[in-house]
């Protein structure tokens, strides 16, 4: 199938998105740019019209269906297209209009909120490096490498700060850095307030980690090209096509949606994160869901590089975290917030322009243009939960992002299409990790997120230079 890369207009179109809204997920944009029944978020607004695929209408055969079409699932089926594969990509609503295509953009290393440290706690030395390269030097080098094979426009850039809100966190910060050493990986340094301020334009921080080996991208135009390689390899995509269950037969694994069934002769992925328990009919839950924040400014009215003169993507210490970057015509893109509820557009509104005001109080002018909410979920221990399961035919998924794992999910598809074609076992050293499940989690998040927030506050009172991210 033909289709066209993924292309970026001058600044943005206002206009309606071609996805369809799905459970709580908003979009807002002010209202003189135009009335729009679901408007078109910062992300969609700033491409080209792309690819509309068709919706399943027919039974079908193939060896490897891969349901979702976010992140993990079009870089699952493109380098399963990359070794020859017949695969098959379902989309319940467009290429990601979840999570994958929503989310800050921002390219940090870990998996999920397992950074350096907590794989030297958990795994041997070789282990610990080997899982710590594979969510940073690779899943970064992967991007780069994609980037290249197929000539896409990512806006990719390099460099990443974590910036302290408190003294105490640098030293948090250091023993990670000092971590990532110890693993074979060199690309930090600890930088105080003032050396900071060559970055970031605010007194609100005591230092930081400045990371050479991160940065930040278009995430939709990421899956966007993820699936437009999987398409010039002959790879088959259907949209608007939601799957209601999946079963293992003696013959292959069979997978039913609304206006078709398809036999999988060999494999399943499950790249659909938070709702994969519907369909993986397995009573653990080891994730809880929470909602998410993010806004683009109109165009700034002073020059970005004095806010940002490094250009590089900030995240700070806070619990609830800030994180920000500079995109297209002076534009800021803001995010941050995590909650068991999801909040409305004028409550996010009035939230996050507070909390650009609070890091850049110089800003006397500023007005969104773009806000919407998304939806991620996270783990008991922090990092992300892989599963393969399957009586005769492997059955792969993954979940618990924590809202981090951009370039880890691309490296996690490529991981799960190696394993399926037996060329590498990275994807078992991710099954070995333990998680535990969280009872009643997913029905009573309205309620855990907002009692763990108050009991983190409680305790940042007592000892308010402990570091803990959410």
């Known amino acids: 199938m033909k289709i066209e890369k993924p292309k970026f207009v001058a600044d943005v179109e206002f206009k309606n998105s071609v996805n369809v809204q799905s459970s709580k997920e908003w979009n807002w944009i002010h209202p003189t740019k135009g009335q729009f029944d679901f408007p078109a978020n910062y992300y969609e607004s700033s491409l080209v019209d792309w690819h509309q695929f068709p919706q399943l209408n027919a039974d079908l055969e193939c060896d490897v269906v891969v349901i979702g079409g976010g992140l993990l699932g079009t870089s699952t089926a493109l380098h399963l297209s990359e070794q020859g594969v017949d695969t098959i990509l379902l989309e319940k609503n467009r290429i990601g209009g979840a999570a994958s295509g929503r989310n800050g953009g921002q390219l940090t290393p870990g998996l999920a909120r397992w950074e350096a440290g907590e794989m030297i706690e958990h795994f041997s030395y070789a282990d610990a490096k080997k899982l710590w390269h594979f969510t940073s030097t690779e899943a970064m080098s992967l991007i780069d490498q994609i980037q290249d094979r197929y000539q896409l426009d990512l806006q990719r850039k390099r460099g990443h700060i974590t910036a302290a809100v408190h003294e105490g966190h640098l030293v948090g910060l250091t023993q990670g850095a000092d971590a990532r050493k110890f693993l074979g990986e060199a690309h930090t340094t600890i930088v105080g307030k003032h050396e900071l301020q060559a970055h970031i334009a605010s007194d609100n921080y005591c230092g930081g980690l400045i990371d050479s080996l991160g940065g930040h991208i278009h995430p939709l135009a990421l899956n966007r090209g993820l699936a437009y390689g999987f398409c010039q390899n002959g790879g088959k995509i259907y949209e608007q096509t939601e799957v209601l269950s999946v079963e293992e037969r003696e013959d292959g694994v069979y997978v039913t949606t609304t206006q078709g069934v398809i036999k999988a002769r060999k494999s399943v992925v499950m790249g659909v994160h938070h709702a994969s328990f519907k369909l993986l009919k397995q009573n653990n839950q080891t994730t809880i869901p929470f909602y998410t924040y993010v806004c683009t400014t109109a165009p700034l009215e002073v020059d970005l590089k004095e806010l940002l003169p490094t250009d ?8 609830q975290i800030d994180y920000y970057r500079g995109v297209s015509e002076n534009r800021l893109l803001f995010g941050g917030e995590g909650t068991g509820s999801c909040w409305n557009p004028d409550k996010t509104y009035q939230y996050l322009l507070g909390r650009i005001k609070h890091v850049f109080p110089q800003l006397k002018s500023v007005e969104l243009d773009f806000v919407w909410s998304g939806t991620t979920d996270l783990t008991m221990n922090g990092a992300a939960d892989s599963r393969k ?22 490296r996690i598809g ?12 990275d994807f078992n050293m991710l099954t070995s990790i333990q998680h535990k499940d969280i009872l009643f989690g997913r029905a009573l998040a309205p309620l855990v997120i907002p009692m763990a927030k108050s009991a983190y506050g409680l305790g940042a009172l007592v000892n308010p230079g402990k570091m803990v991210s959410f």
């Open 312 to 319: 590089a993507p900030v995240y700070d210490t806070q619990f």
């Open 389 to 410: 399961f399957g009586h005769k035919f492997p059955i792969y998924a993954v979940q618990g992002w924590s809202g981090h794992g951009v370039a880890q999910t691309v």
């Open 414 to 425: 490529k991981a799960i299409a190696d394993d399926f074609c037996g060329q590498a076992d």
